[in-house]
């Protein structure tokens, strides 16, 4: 039954997935049901002086190609996009499938206010985005180009009718159940027997004004640099972590999500695990919102919130802003830090499982349009039409010599 799945052109294939970092496209890799490649009628090939890398193979119902980047940036991005739209000219609809950093609170979701916390592991689907790097640097401000932002601010028709049924009870539902399940297909795949959820006590979100440097600790005392400027941080800071730097965890900011848990089994780290996979906390949460795109790693809770007040964005990453205006696109993240200072790789892999196992629930959903029947495929009809009728005159002429005893 694949092969009828299987595109016979190039130019078939209406969803591209593309990934930046090498943690993305592995969780991507692992989610896909079929990959056609090698020699032969598996070759798609690709346009001349098209630089790219490509795997095609399905996902559920729908033939995919999944495009590798080079690099991260919008430049490198806008790059890749150029080059995919030279080989596959029938994309409809691409997704930017990986890791980005999280807002902590959603403010445009006016539904539900547990739903507002944005968690490390969560998911977000973009509803449009914001190029925040894009404009001009004045003295006290950066200004965007308002021109520009018009271009990008929002995804076509067929997309926004798609993310409002998305976003509607059934399928946000279906969706949200789906994803744990894809997870342990990806759990279960050779190289993927350690991906776990790293646990709601590395789930560390710090008040904003709360930053990154060394701090007054038994081991290590406050550097000068970091001491004398309240907002300053050493070269040596940033490259350690928040134990090493002495980051204090009473500066947390409490999460009414995670707190459920930790009252729930009386703050008892052993039984806090066990609860995690009994009450699926490790089940991320979907948030739909406009997502801010630039060349910049967002490592500022303070222009984090800023930006996040001025554009009502919930998530920032670094790969989408190059492609959106060549394709219609969607950004489907995992969060794996929240944009401040204290990042650190802890989420990444679990965050990638996580969007990976979103897209696929996605594509789950996403209908493709019926097409017209192809020239060459009325072409091939008819020459099997033309056959079917040469051999039914060559039987009937047989026929009829065999019973008026004359040789054919
Ligand atoms: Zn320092
Ligand atoms: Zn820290």
């Known amino acids: 039954m694949a092969i009828l799945r299987r595109p016979y052109y190039r130019d078939d294939f209406e969803i591209a997935i593309i990934c930046a970092l090498k943690v993305e496209f592995d969780a991507v890799e692992a989610l896909l049901d079929e990959v056609w490649e090698g020699n032969g009628s598996h070759a798609y090939g690709k346009a001349p002086g098209d630089p790219n890398a490509y795997t095609t193979g399905l996902i559920g119902k729908h033939p995919v190609v999944l495009t590798y980047m080079p690099g991260v940036g919008k430049t490198i991005a806008g790059n890749v996009a150029a080059s995919l739209r030279s080989s596959f000219l029938g994309i409809k609809l691409c997704l930017v499938v990986g890791i980005c950093g999280g807002v902590p609170e959603n403010k445009s979701d006016e539904d539900d206010e547990e739903d507002d916390e944005i968690l490390l592991g969560d998911i977000i689907i973009s509803t449009g985005i914001v190029e925040y790097d894009f404009g001009h640097q004045y003295s006290d401000q950066v200004v965007r180009n308002d021109n520009h932002k018009e271009i990008l601010s929002r995804p076509n028709h067929e997309i926004r009718a798609f993310l409002a049924k998305m976003g509607g009870y059934r399928c946000r539902t279906r969706l949200i159940e789906n994803i744990p399940l894809y997870l342990a297909d990806i759990s279960a795949k050779e190289g993927f027997g350690t991906l776990r959820y790293p646990g709601a006590d590395q789930d560390k979100l710090f008040e904003p ?62 039984s806090l695990r066990a609860l995690e996979g009994e009450m699926g906390i490790q089940s991320p949460q979907i948030h739909f919102g406009a997502v801010a795109s630039g060349d910049l790693s967002m490592m500022s809770a303070y222009h984090r919130d800023k930006i996040a007040a001025q554009d009502n964005v919930i998530a920032f990453e670094m790969t989408a802003a190059g492609i959106w205006d060549a394709f219609p696109t969607v950004i489907i993240k995992g969060v794996c830090n929240y944009s401040d200072s204290h990042k650190n790789g802890v989420w990444e892999r679990y965050a990638a499982a996580t969007a990976a196992a979103c897209m696929k629930g996605f594509l789950r959903e996403w209908i493709t349009a019926d097409k017209p029947v192809r020239r060459d495929a009325v072409e091939v009809s008819n020459d099997y039409l033309h056959f079917m009728n040469l051999w039914s005159s060559t039987l009937a002429m047989i026929t009829q010599a065999r019973f008026s005893g004359k040789r054919p």
Do not use: F, M, W
């Open 209 to 270: 004004t709360y930053i990154h440097k060394h701090h007054t600790s038994k081991s290590q005392p406050v550097c000068v640099d970091c001491k004398d400027r309240y907002d300053a941080t050493c070269d040596t800071a940033l490259g350690l972590s928040c134990t090493e730097n002495g980051c204090d965890d009473s500066k947390q900011v409490t999460r009414k999500r995670l707190e459920k848990i930790k009252h729930a089994v009386g703050g008892s780290g052993a």
